[in-house]
């Protein structure tokens, strides 16, 4: 993955869609975890990625590995199983909760060291930012969502990595990525598989 994430097929991620919704489905159950058959390489292959999950418009959980430490499909369905229930800022997602979840899945490209925050492209690259052992990580889809600027952008990641929201004047390290996301908005209960 050369700087960018893996290009996946409809086919690929509606695999890994089917992979969320079953992760979150048997966490939120109390089910022990099934691990999913997948024999496509690109499937196979290391790759960072995050799970967000909302209901009805609001984040339920947001988690992700930021380095490739996993098969892709295993890290989609470990964060999806983490985001329903281990995001420290919400409460776990219920079973009633689940027809109405709406599941992303984000691909995420190596990070790469920015020296100049003019390079930041809105909408399409992440941040992530660094400095004296904290770090914080936005996706690209977060700022063009919320319609933030450059700096505005930067300033809200220092404050997510708990810095001064400043920090990226400051010397924090400003490392920036791409992803692939994409979500089927089929409710997490149906599709049983």
Same mark, same amino acid.
């Given at each position: 993955m050369n700087g960018a994430p893996p290009l996946l097929s409809e086919g690929q991620r509606a695999a890994l869609l089917a992979t969320a919704r079953r992760a979150i489905r048997d966490r939120v159950r109390g089910a022990p975890p099934r691990s999913d058959r997948l024999e496509d390489p690109v499937l196979k292959a290391?790759?960072?990625a995050f799970v967000t999950i909302t209901c009805e418009g609001e984040l339920r959980g947001c988690i992700g590995y930021v380095e490739p430490v996993k098969p892709l499909a295993e890290a989609v369905a470990h964060c999806a199983a983490s985001a329903a229930t281990a995001d420290p800022r919400f409460p776990p997602v219920t079973p009633d909760e689940l027809p109405r979840l709406r599941v992303e899945v984000s691909v995420l490209s190596p990070l790469? %060291?920015?020296?100049d925050p003019q390079e930041i492209r809105i909408g399409t690259h992440g941040l992530f930012i660094s400095q004296a052992g904290r770090h914080g990580l936005l996706l690209p889809q977060v700022a063009s969502e919320f319609g933030w600027d450059r700096e505005t952008? +930067?300033?809200?990641?220092? +404050?997510?990595?708990? +810095? %001064?929201?400043?920090?990226?004047?400051?010397g924090a390290a400003i490392q920036v990525f791409t992803v692939d996301h994409f979500t089927d908005d089929v409710p997490v209960e149906s599709r049983e598989a």
């Open positions: 290391f790759a960072a790469r %060291p920015v020296a952008f +930067l300033r809200q990641t220092c +404050l997510k990595a708990g +810095l %001064p929201g400043d920090a990226w004047r400051r």
